[in-house]
C-alpha cells in the first residue's frame, strides 16, 4: 500500500510537470489555428524553457531577496498541490494531506508571493500589477473556497479525495443544483485565477492591461523560466481539480498499476478537453475591463454562496 | 417515477429557477433578460409538470401546460414587443444598487428566504417542502429587481419574476390550487402587463424615455 501509495503521489508529479507546458502549448496552437495563423506547435512552451535555462540569472538592482525568492515558492507550491490533489488516484500516499482549505491556500501562497515580487521590483509597472492581481485574488479565493465547500457538504469532509471519492459512489450528486451551481462559480474563478480571457489576457504585453505580465516583467533566464513553468502547471492543476471535482470517473481508487494507468489516460483526456475548450471559448471573447471583473466575480460568488445554501436547504 | 429521481428533479428545477433570478439581476442587456425570464418559465413549467406527475393528476398537468404557454411563451413575446418599441435604451446602465451590491444582497435575501421560511419547511419533510426557501428567495429577489431598477421595463420583469415566485411557491406549499384559481391569476398577470406595456409606451410618448425617475418632476 505505502509503495503503491508513493508511486502515485511520483507519477502525479511527473505527469502535472511534463505536461503543462504541452497544456499550453496545445491551446496556443489551437487558437492559433482558429484565428488563421499556423501557430509554433505544441512543444514550443517546452523549447522556450529549455532556451531560458540556459541563459545566465539576472536581477534587476535594488531588488531583494523577495524577488529572488518567489519564483521558488511559486514552484514549490505548484508542485506541492500537484503531488498531494486527487488527479490520478485518491488511494496516493499523501492523499489525508490534501485538504480543501491547505490546496486553496497553498495556491494563494504563490500568488503572494509573485504578487510581492513585482511590488519589489519597484516599477511602476510591477506594483500595478501586483495590486490588480491583488483585488482578483481577494474576490477569488473565497469563491474558490465557498464553491468547492458546497460540494464538501454532502460528503461530509473537506478532504479533496473523500470529495471525490463520495462523487463516484453517488453519481446522481453531479445533477444536483449544488454541483451545478458550484461548477459555474468554480469556472468564473478558475478563468480568473489563471488569468485568461476575459479576466486577463495571456497573450498581451500592452501596459495598460496585462496583469499577470505586468508582474513578471522584470523576470530573465531560468526565474523567468520557473515563473512560467509554475504558471502552466497552476492552470493544469486547476483544470484537473475542476475535472475529478465534478467528472470523476477514471480516477484510481486503490493503487492497482492497471487502474492507475488507465486513470492516467484518463486524466490527461479530461484536461485536454477543458484546455481545448478553453482555448477555444478565448477566440469568442474579448478581455473585460478592469473595472467589470469584480462584477464578474462578485456574481461567481453569489453562486457559490448559493450552491453552499442550496447544499443545507435541499438536502 | 422513483422517490429519490423525483426529489432531485424537482431540486434541479428549483435550483434553475435560482439561477434565472440572480441572471437577471446580473445582465444589463435588456434582450439578455428578458431571454433568461423565458428560461425561468420553462423551468417553473417543469417544477409544476413534477408536481403533477409526482400527484398523478391530470389537471395540475394542465396547468403546467398553461404556465408553459404564458409564462415562456406569450409573456416573453409581450417583452419583446415592447422592448422593440422602446427606441434606444435597451441597457438597464444604472440601477440605484449597483450590481455587485445587488448580486451581494440576493445572497442576503436568499438566507433570509431560509431563516424566514423554517417554520413551514418543518411542517412537512417531503422534497417539495424543502425548496419552498428557494421559491420564497425569488419572489424577494424580484422585488428588489422591481425597486432598484429605473427603467420601466425591468420593473415589469422584477415584477413577473416576484409572480413567478408567489406560482412556484403556491405549488410547492398546496400542490395546486385549482385550475379556476391558477387560470384567474394567470389572466391577472397577463392582464397587468398589457395594461403596463400600454402605460410605458404612453409615458415614452410623454417623456421621450421610460426612465421612471423622470416622473418626479412636474410636466407640462
Not at chain 1, 496552437?29 to 512552451?45: F, K, S, T, V, W
Not at chain 1, 490534501?98 to 491556500?105: H, P
Not at chain 2, 418599441?85 to 455587485?100: D, H, I, K, S, Y
Request: aromatic fraction near 6%; glycine fraction near 8%; charge should be neutral.
Amino acid at each position: 500500500m505505502t509503495a503503491l501509495g508513493a508511486v502515485g503521489v511520483v507519477l502525479q508529479l511527473l505527469i502535472v510537470v511534463t505536461l503543462s507546458p504541452l497544456l499550453t502549448g496545445m491551446m496556443r496552437q489551437l487558437r492559433a489555428r482558429l484565428e488563421g495563423r499556423a501557430g509554433a506547435g505544441i512543444g514550443q512552451p517546452w523549447r522556450d524553457l529549455r532556451k531560458l535555462m540556459r541563459k545566465r540569472p539576472v536581477a534587476p538592482h535594488g531588488t531583494t531577496e523577495v524577488f529572488r525568492t518567489a519564483p521558488a515558492v511559486l514552484v514549490a507550491t505548484c508542485l506541492v498541490v500537484a503531488a498531494v490533489g486527487p488527479f490520478v488516484t485518491t488511494a496516493s500516499l499523501l492523499d489525508p494531506v490534501a485538504d480543501l482549505f491547505a490546496v486553496v491556500a497553498l495556491l494563494t501562497l504563490g500568488t503572494v508571493a509573485l504578487a510581492l515580487a513585482g511590488i519589489d521590483t519597484g516599477t511602476a509597472f510591477g506594483g500595478m500589477g501586483a495590486s490588480r492581481e491583488a483585488t482578483i485574488v481577494a474576490l477569488v479565493e473565497p469563491t474558490l473556497l465557498v464553491a468547492i465547500f458546497a460540494l464538501s457538504v454532502p460528503a461530509g469532509s473537506t478532504n479533496l479525495g473523500v470529495i471525490v471519492t463520495a462523487t463516484l459512489a453517488d453519481p446522481a450528486q453531479v445533477f444536483s443544483p449544488v454541483s451545478l451551481l458550484a461548477a459555474v462559480a468554480l469556472i468564473v474563478v478558475i478563468i480568473a485565477e489563471t488569468g485568461r480571457l476575459p479576466v486577463d489576457n495571456p497573450a498581451t504585453h500592452l501596459e495598460l492591461t496585462m496583469v499577470h505580465e505586468a508582474m513578471i516583467l522584470e523576470y530573465s533566464g531560468p526565474d523567468l523560466a520557473m515563473v512560467e513553468l509554475a504558471s502552466s502547471m497552476r492552470l493544469t492543476v486547476f483544470l484537473g481539480l475542476l475535472a475529478n471535482l465534478f467528472v470523476p470517473w477514471g480516477i484510481a481508487t486503490t493503487g492497482q498499476p492497471l487502474l492507475v494507468a488507465a486513470a492516467v489516460l484518463a486524466f490527461v483526456a479530461k484536461v485536454a478537453v477543458l484546455g481545448a475548450l478553453l482555448a477555444v471559448g478565448e477566440v469568442f471573447l474579448a478581455k473585460l475591463r478592469l473595472f467589470r471583473v469584480p462584477e464578474l466575480l462578485a456574481g461567481s460568488f453569489v453562486l457559490g454562496l448559493l450552491a453552499v445554501g442550496a447544499s443545507f436547504f435541499l438536502a | 417515477m422513483s422517490e429519490s429521481l423525483y426529489a432531485q428533479l424537482l431540486n434541479l428545477a428549483v435550483g434553475a429557477l435560482l439561477l434565472t433570478a440572480v441572471l437577471i439581476l446580473w445582465r444589463r442587456e435588456l434582450a439578455a433578460i428578458i431571454n433568461v425570464f423565458a428560461l425561468q418559465g420553462i423551468a417553473l413549467a417543469v417544477l409544476v409538470g413534477l408536481i403533477a406527475l409526482d400527484e398523478g393528476s391530470a389537471e395540475l398537468g394542465a396547468v403546467a401546460v398553461g404556465v408553459l404557454v404564458l409564462r415562456a411563451g406569450i409573456l416573453p413575446w409581450l417583452l419583446r414587443r415592447a422592448l422593440a418599441g422602446a427606441g434606444a435604451t435597451r441597457r438597464e446602465t444604472q440601477p440605484l444598487v449597483n450590481v455587485v451590491s445587488s448580486l451581494l444582497v440576493a445572497a442576503g435575501l436568499t438566507l433570509l428566504a431560509y431563516l424566514v421560511s423554517q417554520p413551514l419547511v418543518a411542517l412537512d419533510p417531503s422534497p417539495a417542502a424543502h425548496a419552498i426557501p428557494v421559491a420564497v428567495a425569488v419572489v424577494l429577489i424580484g422585488f428588489f429587481v422591481l425597486v432598484t431598477r429605473r427603467l420601466a421595463l425591468s420593473q415589469l420583469v422584477g415584477f413577473l419574476l416576484m409572480d413567478n415566485g408567489i406560482t412556484a411557491v403556491g405549488f410547492l406549499t398546496t400542490a395546486g390550487i385549482g385550475v379556476v384559481v391558477e387560470l384567474g391569476i394567470s389572466l391577472d398577470v397577463l392582464l397587468v402587463v398589457l395594461v403596463l406595456q400600454i402605460l410605458k409606451t404612453r409615458i415614452r410618448e410623454a417623456f421621450g424615455a421610460t426612465d421612471i425617475d423622470d416622473l418626479r418632476e412636474l410636466h407640462d
